[in-house]
């Protein structure tokens, strides 16, 4: 874990709580570690506690920084829903989102019977919808804490309220332009890690719910991001995720601006450091600096992410993405000449409201044309309060769901046959565990994001190996290693 002792030291438990939003938190964390060793010593145990995440890599790393929080408090932290404390980190791009917790919170109902003295929190973006926090406090009363994307940092504050009242504590904020650091940060792996640049997003697509629950762009000043990047080194990690709704538009409301491409060019001069990743790229900000700067990088994976959502440049418009079919085409031809072994992936979106099967026939053109190493498939689902919601026009779900399989073979098909092309080359791969079906066997990445499972020695775990892709199985190959 990453944390400052500097600050934990300054904390003085018997003062008022600090003003500094960062010393502020420790203050909390210690108040709150006071009251869980209390209670631990009370019943003779220790008390787990056990953070449930849904939906993006964006929640992935927001959990991490409760999960620290938690540790930091005294939690022994577990898998799974038996603990002492359960926190749900929700997710509402798609109703099914929204279906999977109220059915997680109706079994917590049942469980919490067996423990009255459960705790239950719910953050994250489906916590930013009233309507949702409405329903929570009429059917699932026995939740404790309620709060939002815009105020995680607060959670030891809020956790600390919550453990002194009955009552169910919510703290939900519209938006913030704050951005706190140097809270402590935990890592599920101890080789790759996630490292956010910017949160919030500003371009309303009308389908999509984001900018409604995580606010405005906001960037992280660069000098914070390497600070925790050569942080995260020194520690061990080799790969990093930069994430953001839309990195390229990253540096643009700072006061001093600078770009993705520049910030990416700072971040390849940090030694020890050996794999860059970066998600999610909006297609209508990819400049031609960024290609150059993939191009003529050591360290950035030759993969890059950019949704499409859509084919026909009718719905593109509808859609509010400021691009054409055209315009996407040409980026990408543009992208494949100047770095002829990138692999792109996508996000494709099926029954959008007033798709007709033209359109959709626009979409299966583009699937030809780019030849994705994968494509992420989703059907549309209404979100209440985006434009799209209230379109007429909604496709019926029999021939989205016809329409949505037909997608998804080609996908498959065309995935199978990319990877296909890469058969009995030697890649440089970075291990990441041992395989979950043989124990013989370790699963490493490649730069194009693909996976491939060879004989290997957990030891390996957090190294880069060059192996041989000895026979391709459609989305993963089974490889070996080939010694230096
Ligand atoms: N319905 C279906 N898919 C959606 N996405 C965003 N909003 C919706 C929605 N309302 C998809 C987009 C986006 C991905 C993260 O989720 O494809 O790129
Ligand atoms: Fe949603 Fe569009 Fe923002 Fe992506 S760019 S988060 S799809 S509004």
Redesign the pocket.
Known sequence: MIENNELWEQIDLCGEAPSDETLRQYYYMEKCRAVIEKEKAQLGRTLTASVVTFG?QMNARDSEKIIAILEKIGYEIVEGEDADFVIYNTCT???NANLKVYGHLGALKRAKKKRPNMRVALCGCMMQEDTVVDKIKKSYRFVNLIFGTHNIFKFAELFYTSLGSDRMIIDIWKDTNQIVEDLPSERKYAFKAGVNVMFGCNNF?T????PYVRGRERSRNPRDIIHEIEQLVADGVVEIMLLGQNVNSYGKNLEEPITFAQLLQEIEKIEGLKRIRFM?SHPKDLSDDLIQVMKHSKKICKHLHL?V?AGSSRLLKIMNRKYSKEDYLALVEKIKREIPDISLTT???VG?PGETEEDFLETMDVVEKVGYAAA?T??????TG?P?AVMEDQVPEDVVKERFQRLLDRVQAISGEIAKKDENTVQEVLVEGVDTQDSSLVTGRLSNNFLVHFKGEKEWIGSIVSVKLSQCKGFYYLGEMVSE
């Open positions: 993006c791009v798609r109703e697509c389908y999509c719910i984001v999610t949704p959502q996000d494709i979106m959008f992420y989703f059907i549309y689902s209404k979100r985006t799209a």
